[in-house]
């Protein structure tokens, strides 16, 4: 399972996001509280498979797909 | 009889002066051809033509001030090529009988003679002593000729010195120490039993603001902020467990809130980030390929807040990079990247205390912004780390680039005290006309603009704003 920031419209309900994604085997990280991103939209923190991106491009509930990746301290 | 040595001018208008004197001084082939061509309406009398003096172009008839004030050279104070020049005359050099002297001087061509006088160079005459010759000894600064520092690495130096170096002196004398400005550290957490913590992250019980150990990278962030900005006081956002893009959105979300609470902090400082490039074929949407990546867009949403990011350069610089790097982000292009690289963030490089860049510290040019780093600042310092200091010997002293962008910050948080009206972009501004070149003149992909100096972007911005008034 791989780390994303899977981003949608801001009227789009955490349950909706759950049912949606769901059936793709991911599960929205609860103890990531979710970032809104400008004024309309918000980011939630998931688990899924390493092809969610493709998955879900092009999905009218999910704007974005963004890979959650590691950092170093320098 | 005997021949005297003489400079002697002669009537010559060319439009490519510039042009033919550096020909003529990278060949003394040319440097003769050149000299004989432009004597030879001279040879009755007998010249004896010094062919390795290459002519030398002249644009003034005379040294009145008229003639100085026609000249169109104000044009070269910019760093930028000029076109040539057109000259009226040129010099040559060349030995002549005594007795020829009148002739020349009266000859139709020749617009005036000179005595080719010899000079002498000015000393005390004691060859016997070695002299030092090392610049930091000799005049108590370092070279700007700049250089490098590898493994094993030069020692660290007390806060003294770089406070010394960064010209804080002054401006504290002002009455400015970093009062009423907060720094957000956004990091792995800072002591606050120790540093200046008065908040930041809600996000975990566990560890609070002012939680983490003394030891802690944060900690040592903390501590090179106060460098330049001893009053300064600190936000700590403290990254739960390994950094990734999705807490950094999470840190840099809690700073939008609560600049949109109150308007702090002022500035971010950020000293992490990736340590390898993956291809891109296999991960167009990570952060160091897609620049809409929504970790970018939070860190701009922050900016255009008016809070300045300053970012660490990295540490996989080309001749001795960290022990994390992965061989696909080692050296120039590939070493600056992610939200480190974009354009609105000002991007750290690391030098040490003599002013050469530590081999470790990343190169540009930057993988979404080209002209990176944008400034260096110090490192290997004796901050957080260190004898007598809280972080103990943890570690030999403040290290990375890590180190080096607190320290820019820490003045950046000087400034915004004795300027506070600065927005985010005129802040890196005034940081980057302060600057203080080392090697090449002007910007370069090792230290940016140059390292960065409390004084002099304090000065530039006290000038500008008796020239608003």
Same mark, same amino acid.
């Given at each position: ?74 | ?40 309406? %001279? ?33 070269? =104070? ?33 617009? *005036? ?13 004691? !060859? ?9 000894? %000799? ?20 806060? =003294? ?48 603001? !002012? ?92 900016? *255009?807040?008016?809070? *300045? =990011? ?38 750290? =490089? ?118 608003m008034v």
């Open positions: 399972m791989k780390k994303w920031l899977v981003t949608t419209d801001a009227a789009v309900s955490l349950e909706q996001l759950r049912d949606k994604l769901a059936p793709l085997g991911c599960t929205v990280d609860a103890d990531y509280r979710p970032v809104p991103l400008g004024e309309t939209e918000i980011v939630y923190g998931v688990l899924g498979p390493a092809d969610l991106a493709d998955t879900l491009a092009g999905d009218d509930m999910v704007t974005d797909v963004c890979p959650n990746e590691e950092m170093s301290l320098y | 009889m005997s021949k005297i040595s003489v400079l002697i001018e002669i009537a010559d208008k060319r439009s490519d002066s510039f042009a033919m004197h550096r020909s003529a001084m990278s060949s003394e082939m040319e440097s003769t051809t050149q000299s004989e061509a432009l004597g030879k309406s %001279l040879a009755k009398l007998g010249l004896d033509i010094q062919g390795d003096f290459a002519p030398v172009p002249m644009f003034t008839k005379d040294s009145s001030e008229k003639a100085v004030a026609s000249l169109s050279f104000a044009d070269f =104070a910019s760093p930028t090529v000029n076109a040539d020049a057109p000259s009226d005359t040129h010099v040559i050099c060349a030995h002549i009988d005594h007795s020829n002297l009148d002739k020349l001087t009266k000859h139709e061509d020749v617009a *005036a003679v000179w005595p080719n006088a010899k000079m002498t160079l000015f000393g005390n005459g004691d !060859g016997d002593m070695a002299p030092p010759t090392d610049i930091e000894t %000799l005049f108590g600064w370092p070279s700007s000729r700049g250089g490098l520092d590898c493994r094993p690495f030069r020692d660290g130096v007390d806060i =003294a010195t770089i406070r010394d170096r960064l010209g804080v002196q002054s401006i504290w004398e002002d009455g400015f120490h970093g009062q009423n400005i907060v720094v957000g550290i956004i990091d792995e957490g800072v002591n606050g039993d120790v540093y200046p913590v008065i908040g930041g992250s809600d996000l975990s019980q566990i560890r609070p603001p !002012g939680a983490a150990p003394i030891t802690s990278h944060g900690s040592m962030c903390a501590a090179d902020i106060l460098v330049a900005a001893p009053a300064a006081q600190l936000y700590d956002y403290p990254f739960l467990g390994v950094p990734d893009s999705g807490g950094m959105l999470q840190m840099f979300q809690l700073v939008l809130e609560q600049r949109r609470q109150d308007g702090t902090p002022h500035l971010t400082n950020n000293s992490y980030g990736f340590t390898g490039v993956p291809p891109q074929s296999e991960a167009p949407r990570h952060p160091i390929w897609d620049r809409n990546h929504v970790q970018h867009r939070k860190v701009l949403e922050v900016i *255009a807040s008016g809070a *300045a =990011a300053f970012f660490a350069a990295g540490n996989c610089g080309q001749e001795c990079p960290s022990g994390n790097c992965h061989s696909s982000g080692i050296g120039p292009e590939r070493s600056i990247h992610a939200s480190n690289s974009l354009d609105e963030v000002v991007t750290v =490089a690391a030098v040490n205390a003599h002013h050469q860049r530590v081999g470790y510290s990343s190169q540009g040019p930057g993988m979404f912004a080209t002209d990176k780093p944008d400034i260096a600042s110090y490192t290997h310092l004796f901050g957080n780390f260190g004898p007598g200091r809280p972080g103990g010997f943890a570690q030999p002293y403040d290290n990375g680039t890590s180190a080096a962008t607190p320290v820019a910050a820490g003045v950046a948080a000087l400034l915004l005290c004795a300027f506070p009206d600065l927005t985010a972009p005129e802040l890196k501004d005034a940081l980057i006309a302060g600057a203080m070149s080392v090697g090449p003149i002007g910007f370069d992909h090792d230290h940016g603009h140059g390292i960065v100096n409390a004084a002099a972007s304090y000065n530039i911005l006290s000038n500008s704003q008796i020239m």
